[in-house]
């Protein structure tokens, strides 16, 4: 089928999940091709269902958007998630070079290269392997939210980053196990000198979130919680961060504080299972992961090597693609 010229744009498709997104956004940056291009799918049933496999029609089955973009595919094209996975196998079908993030459960031969964390032990030779994600995290993002909310720099230091998720299946603490946490690190801060720089998610419980509000009530710092406090502040955490202490929960989440150069310690790491288990297990073995509180014994002047994976995944992808 003859087309009209490609864009060589990258273009990055997901279901618009922020961490769909932000994986598949992070590489296409990385990439430095030039720019690229955002679709999110509308998928309809029932390629919603049974994607990443394929039913006559496909094209039609992800939303007006990805049907005119089939029309003209373009050069290069990533995706994040299952949705993406079977969108970008119609694009393939069409000429575009394909880059799946996220082990699509079916066999990797559907596109060019697959990215996947080592966690998941998916293995082939179009296969590409990190530790932890895809993330943005690099000296001059951290340097940009250092100076989007440069009015951080007036708390005492050291400032301390806590990042709260919500339990997982492969994360599944409870709400009375972090509360006495928030306890014990709004202690440690009051003794040690310092401020707090918090935020929450949106699979934060209620009740955790408003234990964390009490818990730091007296102790000088920011407090992201929800839409209701302005914008989210968490470039700006991480810039200005001397260490960082996190839940258990998010592959994203710790994969974004390890790129950082400061100390980062896990709460509850106990509790993880599984893949989540496997992937702090080595992010203890290279040495870029603390349990519990320990981030407060280490030595703030110590240099921290940053684990700042797209980076590589990048050339990577520039060299088995040719681009």
């Known amino acids: 089928m003859p087309y009209a010229k490609r864009s060589t744009l ?22 430095a091709l030039g720019g690229q291009q955002r679709l999110q799918l509308l998928p309809r ?3 919603r269902w049974l ?32 949705q993406a996975a079977g969108a970008l196998r119609v694009l393939g079908q069409r000429g575009s070079r394909t880059v799946q993030i996220l082990d699509p459960r079916i066999p990797p031969r559907h596109w060019d290269l697959l990215v996947v964390p080592e966690h998941d032990r998916l293995r082939a030779g179009n296969v590409l392997t990190l530790l932890g994600s895809l993330n943005p995290v690099s000296d001059d993002w951290l340097a940009w939210g250092r100076a989007a909310f440069s009015s951080f720099e007036q708390l005492p230091g050291p400032r301390t980053a806590l990042l709260v998720g919500g339990p997982t299946d492969h994360a599944p603490w409870q709400d009375d ?4 946490l928030f306890q014990q690190l709004a202690a440690r801060i009051r003794a040690d000198g310092g401020s707090v720089l918090a935020t929450t998610s949106r699979r934060t419980p209620r009740a955790v979130t408003a234990a964390l509000l009490r818990a730091f009530d007296d102790v000088p710092g920011v407090i992201w919680a929800d839409g209701g406090d ?9 810039g200005w961060a001397d260490r960082i202490v996190c839940t258990p929960d998010s592959v994203n989440l710790l994969s974004e504080a390890c790129a950082t150069r400061v100390p980062v310690g896990v709460l509850l790491g106990q509790r993880s299972q599984e893949r989540m288990a496997r992937f702090q297990q080595a992010l203890r073995e290279r040495g870029r992961l603390l349990d519990g509180l320990a981030a407060f014994d280490v030595d703030l002047g110590m240099a921290v090597e940053p684990l700042r994976e797209t980076t590589r995944i990048a050339a990577e992808v520039k060299l088995r693609l040719g681009l």
Do not use: E
């Not at 990258?10 to 618009?16: A, M, V």
């Not at 989210?232 to 991480?238: D, E, F």
């Open 51 to 82: 994607s990443p496999r394929l039913l006559p029609g496909a094209a039609q089955g992800f939303g007006p958007q990805f049907a005119q973009l089939a029309g003209n595919p373009p050069a290069l094209a990533i995706g994040c998630g299952r």
């Open 45 to 47: 049933a029932p390629w």
């Open 230 to 238: 302005g914008s989210n502040p968490y470039a700006g955490l991480l």
């Open 10 to 31: 990258p273009w990055t498709i997901t279901d618009g999940r922020a961490g769909n997104v932000r994986q598949a956004v992070a590489l296409a940056s990385a990439l």
């Open 177 to 180: 196990d972090i509360q006495p």
